[in-house]
């Protein structure tokens, strides 16, 4: 009976987290290139103990046009990479800017990586004569000289990708290599939109709140099982 508690109380944890993810999942609706959190799922593992697992949809987004010659989506499979302070990060978010030092960065400021490392676009002149051009495999210009080539990435295990903040992933010790180039095309002037089906995690959030309170409700049982029995072997 203890143990049916114990078994109880890991499945109202993984509820609540289920929760948290879907109302994240909800709060990043409107974020581009946010990728949905699937709700955690309990599984077994070889002794029998119950194990929590959280998985990332890596589905991808609808793609929205911008005409912003600095908004760059991905159609298909790969990540661009970004420089943080905590390394390298793969991200879907293209909403990049050109910092006051010329560098070419995210929202955050984290600069875009590119085949040869930072691209920096400081010392070309970009006048409407000098346009910047994102070519559908990456190839970063300024009227007809060619800066560098955005570096596209993919985890080597997908597995051990990590969210460290709304659109990003670390690939721990796994690592990352490049994209192959048949697998992908940049969209200049186009962003990619959140992935999250707002009916979907409504459905859940539906789901998960009948469930949670089903749990709450077993354990109030078994604790006034395990009461009961403790009166009686007093007696």
Known sequence: M???????????????????TVAN?????????????VPFSEI??????????????????????TSNPLDLAISGKGFFV?????????????????????????????????KNGS??????????????????????????NVVDSLLIAQPLDAQQTVRTSGVNFNTGNGGFIAADEKDYDIKQGYLEESNVNPIQEMEEMIQLNTEYGSAQKMINFLDQSLDEANQIGKV
């Open 119 to 144: 691209i920096n676009l400081l010392s070309y002149n970009m006048d409407k004569n000098q346009q910047l051009t994102i070519t559908k495999d990456g190839q970063v210009k300024v009227g007809d």
């Open 44 to 65: 077994l593992n070889q002794a029998g103990d119950v194990q929590i697992e959280h998985v990332t949809d890596y589905k991808q987004g609808d793609l929205a046009e």
């Open 82 to 114: 970004v420089q943080t302070n905590n390394g390298d990060e793969l991200t879907r978010g293209g909403n990049f800017k050109i910092s006051d030092d010329g560098f070419l960065t995210d929202a955050n400021g984290n600069k875009v990586r590119g």
């Open 2 to 20: 203890v143990k049916g508690i114990y078994v109880a109380a890991i499945g109202l944890d993984a509820r609540m987290k289920n929760l948290e």
């Open 25 to 37: 999942n909800l709060a990043n609706i409107n974020t581009t290139g946010y990728k949905r959190g």
